[in-house]
């Protein structure tokens, strides 16, 4: 059930599209919790904790965006910014079965399968097209709750396309992980890292992000090409 207090949230951020949250809400609470996607005791939280803190994050991305949700697990935050606007296409990137089969059935209970795909990977998968599905890429790639900001952005910069971003949500440890990891970000090519609150004002508290937008495409590196010797066999440096 939606909290009287979180109603008009809810509103603001789904719009005409509050039954279709408050669907997901109810698969989260019962078969989200019996396969073991959302603990016991997130149930009873899963507008503010969950869905509310998610949908906050549609805010910051463009109208008409394409979007891959690296890690989706239950569907945070892919699933909920496809029910919150419509406008995007979703792809859910997730390597676990159980996971993918849940997302699956999710996105077909929910009416969402045109606008909604899953894919059942790791991020340098889908990346690759290694998997005979891809490769993919996007104008946004989010991630919630994944990694720390170095390796996350190894992961999900890759399937940004040139001049889109990665929205990570972070926590309390958001400056610090873009004061560690910046460097490393960089030689990814990706910009400077920002951070950015959203839903200020509406939720509380709002969803802390990380954005970085890829400004270079920056490849895997080359080996090293063999160098002759003296005896005209080839070895390596």
């Known amino acids: 059930m939606l909290p009287p207090e979180l109603a008009g949230a809810a509103r603001t951020l ?4 509050i039954e279709l949250a408050a669907a ?10 019996l396969r073991g996607l959302i603990g016991p005791r997130e149930a ?6 969950h869905l509310l803190n998610c949908a906050a994050v549609a805010e910051r991305i463009p109208e008409g965006a394409t979007v891959l949700d690296v890690g989706s697990g239950a569907g945070l935050p892919g699933l909920v910014l496809a029910i919150a606007r419509p406008d995007l ?5 997730e390597p676990l079965a159980r996971r993918t089969s849940f997302l699956i059935e999710a996105v077909q209970h929910l009416g969402l399968a045109k606008m909604v795909r899953v894919f059942r990977g790791r991020a340098d998968e889908a ?13 946004v790639v989010t991630a919630r709750a994944v990694a720390p900001l170095d390796r996350l952005s190894t992961w999900c910069l890759p399937l940004a396309v040139r001049g889109g971003r ?39 508290p709002p969803t802390t992000v990380v954005e970085i937008v890829r400004e270079r495409m920056v490849g895997p590196a080359r080996p090293k090409a063999a160098k002759r010797s003296r005896g005209g066999q080839s070895r390596r440096r």
Do not use: M, N
């Not at 009873?44 to 904790?49: A, F, G, L, S, T």
């Not at 690759?128 to 104008?139: E, H, K, Y």
């Open 127 to 139: 990346a690759s097209g290694s998997t005979g599905v891809g490769p993919l890429s996007g104008d």
């Open 14 to 17: 789904f719009g005409d599209r």
């Open 89 to 93: 296409t979703v792809t859910l990137i």
């Open 166 to 204: 990665l929205i990570a949500l972070k926590g309390a440890s958001a400056a610090d992980e873009v004061a560690e990891h910046a460097q490393t970000v960089a030689g990814l090519g990706g910009g400077a890292p920002e951070v950015y609150r959203c839903g200020e004002g509406l939720i509380d």
């Open 44 to 49: 009873p939280r899963i507008w503010d904790r």
């Open 24 to 33: 997901y809400a109810e698969l989260l609470a019962t078969d989200g919790v």
